[in-house]
């Protein structure tokens, strides 16, 4: 894994992607817990199995699901976990980190986060705020001069030189954490790019600071687009606590809830257990283009540059459905976390991610036709799921197809990593809502 990722090295990797599959990997290999008390088998010789003090709930679908995508060539490996707010339930690797070397996948296999760095990006702002030392309608040039005259781009002239004029107003916490700020992602953005190619900007995924030099996209407030916000959320974090994001995210969030695997710097025994990353191909198959997120960065990418276990990011998941405690461990207030769950963008509503890069991102609309809104950090449904969650929970994803919901109501929360561009894969979008499915039949059930 030598390589330093951009999204221009990764279009690089995408446009050399093989026009193969990889239908008949290595048979997949589900891991129970210590206490697994299930066993069923499957073809490819996985096992069902169930998390402590679940008993007899049968998951056999779930793990028929998962190791039936992988020995069809949708994936080289994957791996899914769920939690109720009694513990663990259930937990399933399939497959291999690396399809062509080895070894198999694991539950402690390391991901790269991508997006889903943002919800932890706000737990420790939030916690900032329950100490004073933020409030959410602050305006946030008072932490960092550089957000205190933000302008708007209003386009290009005739010689393609950007126009920019002076935001109508300051942009606050509150529109930062709730993509409300004017901030956008190239990703998403025509606009954007086009900026980025008049101006020579590097783009916020090479984790240089001339990122920031980027303009809003629309006056903060007036509607929500997806962008470097959070980025913008980490830096204000490092300056109000006076540390960097990987020693305060260690010392506040990590170590308290014993998620040794997780942080934007990884080790060299780390890396023997990343997961290589895949492009689709044209035909529906797999093309590995191996990469390593920057490990000499100019800065610590709250929005993006964390990576992680599936069972460290699960004992996350399981502090925010416990209302801010886990295993001994006060995060977060339960206030606090009953916060970051409700609608923070008021009247404005949550928009499909209309791709304008193909090769990262399809686009993408977790609920189509519902009402979706926003709260600090997270995607809310307004209606129930079509797979099982209860209206209000939250949710959201990484670049490269890893997903997680929590379902406050029937205290449910669930996740699985994947590594494969472009993000919002259909068959792995399909694959994610029936292991929710299958998670929600199994409680009723079991």
């Known amino acids: 894994m030598t390589l330093n990722i951009s999204r221009r090295h990764m279009l690089k990797a995408a446009s050399l992607a093989a026009v193969s599959s990889l239908a008949g990997l290595a048979g997949a290999r589900a891991f129970a ?18 998390g402590a003090g679940m008993g007899s709930r049968n998951f056999a679908s779930i793990n028929q699901l998962l190791n039936r995508a992988v020995s069809d060539g949708v994936l080289a490996g994957v791996v899914a976990m769920g939690a109720t707010d009694k513990g663990i339930i259930y937990e399933g690797a399939f497959g291999k ?54 302008q708007v781009l209003e386009g290009f002239d005739s010689a393609g030189k950007p126009r920019l004029r002076p935001a109508k107003r300051l942009i606050t916490l509150r529109h930062l954490l709730t993509h409300t700020s004017g901030y956008t992602y190239s990703v998403w953005s025509d606009k954007l790019v086009q900026y980025e190619k008049a101006t020579g900007m590097p783009d916020i995924a090479e984790s240089k600071n001339g990122a920031f030099s980027a303009p809003l996209e629309f006056d903060p407030g007036e509607r929500w687009q997806y962008g470097i916000s959070m980025d913008w959320v980490g830096k204000i974090v490092e300056a109000v606590s006076d540390q960097s994001l990987e020693v305060y995210f260690r010392e506040n969030i990590f170590t308290p809830l014993g998620m040794k695997d997780t942080g934007f710097l990884i080790s060299s025994e780390q890396k023997r257990r990343l997961a290589t990353t895949y492009n689709r191909t044209a035909s529906g198959g797999l093309q590995a283009a191996p990469f390593e997120f920057s490990q000499r960065p100019e800065f610590f990418m709250g929005g993006g540059g964390l990576f992680s276990t599936p069972r460290d990011y699960m004992a996350f998941l399981q502090m925010l459905l416990l209302d801010g405690s886990f295993n001994g461990a006060q995060i977060l207030k339960p206030q606090t976390v009953a916060l970051m769950r409700q609608n923070q963008i008021g009247e404005l509503q949550v928009v499909p991610l209309k791709s304008v890069q193909p090769a990262y991102s399809q686009d993408a609309d977790l609920f189509p036709g519902m009402v979706q809104k926003w709260g600090l950090s ?16 939250i949710s959201w994803a990484g670049l490269l197809n ?23 894969d259909p068959a792995i979008v399909k694959l994610y809502a029936g292991f929710e499915r299958g998670l929600y039949d199994a409680l009723a059930h079991g």
């Open 33 to 50: 817990s210590p206490s697994a008390l299930l066993a069923s088998p499957l073809a490819g010789g996985a096992a069902a199995n169930a």
């Open 97 to 150: 980190r690396d399809a062509a070397r080895g070894p198999a996948m694991s539950l402690d296999t390391v991901f790269w986060l991508a997006s889903m760095t943002k919800a932890i990006t706000a737990t420790a702002c939030m916690q900032l705020v329950e100490q004073g030392k933020l409030q959410l309608d602050q305006p946030m040039g008072q932490i960092l001069p550089e957000l205190a005259s933000p």
């Open 378 to 393: 997270f995607d809310i449904n307004t209606q129930p799921g079509p797979a099982g969650r209860s209206a209000g929970s």
């Open 402 to 424: 890893c997903y997680f919901w929590l379902d406050p109501v029937k205290r449910v929360t669930g996740t699985v990593f994947t590594q494969v561009l472009p993000f919002y």
